[in-house]
């Protein structure tokens, strides 16, 4: 997009609802400046930029790990064009997050303070067929690190398509 290479992924899809690819990065505190966006481009649109925050102070009711929510992020919609996709306002996307959980008895307290956001996941299905993916730029404003927190290790990550994002599944 602005330089001379890019990632570059291809992906052939069957009829599913996800293909996600990750990156996990050091703990970044959720603060009102935060912010993360990287640039796209696909020979399909679809593609949906979206983050995982964990929520050290509450747990999860099925395992008792550290609660973690995902914040949604912008769709790529201009098939064989470069569009940057943010995810915008994502403490008050937290908030609402938490807001929700508590209302759900299995949840019971949930406490936002110390979230921290740890993994980057941009869903790549489109439809069934071949998609050509390009990435870069991958811009995190607002860093500040989160400190003591340990993140998830790779191999305990919850799967994506079991949670749910504001009542709808991912």
């Given at each position: 997009q602005?330089?001379a290479?890019?990632?570059?992924v291809r992906?052939q899809?069957e009829?599913?609802?996800?293909?996600?690819l990750?990156?996990?990065?050091?703990?970044?505190?959720?603060?009102?400046?935060?912010?993360l966006s990287?640039?796209?481009?696909a020979?399909?649109?679809g593609?949906?930029?979206r983050?995982?925050v964990?929520?050290?102070?509450?747990?999860?009711?099925r395992?008792?790990?550290p609660?973690?929510?995902w914040v949604?992020?912008e769709?790529?919609?201009?098939?064989?064009?470069?569009?940057?996709?943010?995810?915008?306002?994502l403490?008050l996307?937290?908030q609402?997050?938490?807001?929700?959980?508590?209302?759900?008895?299995?949840f019971?307290?949930?406490d936002?303070?110390e979230?921290?956001?740890?993994l980057?996941v941009?869903?790549?299905y489109?439809?069934?067929?071949t998609?050509?993916l390009?990435?870069d730029?991958?811009e995190l404003?607002?860093?500040?690190e989160?400190?003591?927190?340990?993140?998830?290790?790779?191999?305990e990550?919850?799967?994506?398509d079991?949670?749910?994002?504001?009542?709808?599944?991912l």
């Amino acid at each position: 997009q602005s330089g001379a290479g890019a990632e570059f992924v291809r992906l052939q899809h069957e009829l599913r609802r996800s293909a996600h690819l990750t990156l996990a990065g050091p703990p970044a505190r959720v603060i009102q400046e935060l912010g993360l966006s990287l640039w796209v481009k696909a020979t399909r649109a679809g593609v949906q930029l979206r983050g995982r925050v964990v929520l050290p102070r509450s747990r999860d009711p099925r395992d008792g790990s550290p609660l973690a929510v995902w914040v949604e992020g912008e769709v790529y919609d201009r098939p064989g064009g470069w569009q940057r996709l943010a995810i915008r306002d994502l403490l008050l996307q937290v908030q609402r997050q938490a807001r929700s959980k508590r209302s759900q008895p299995q949840f019971g307290e949930v406490d936002e303070r110390e979230a921290y956001f740890d993994l980057v996941v941009l869903n790549a299905y489109t439809s069934p067929g071949t998609t050509d993916l390009w990435i870069d730029n991958l811009e995190l404003d607002g860093f500040t690190e989160a400190p003591g927190a340990p993140g998830i290790p790779p191999g305990e990550w919850p799967n994506l398509d079991e949670h749910t994002s504001a009542g709808m599944p991912l």
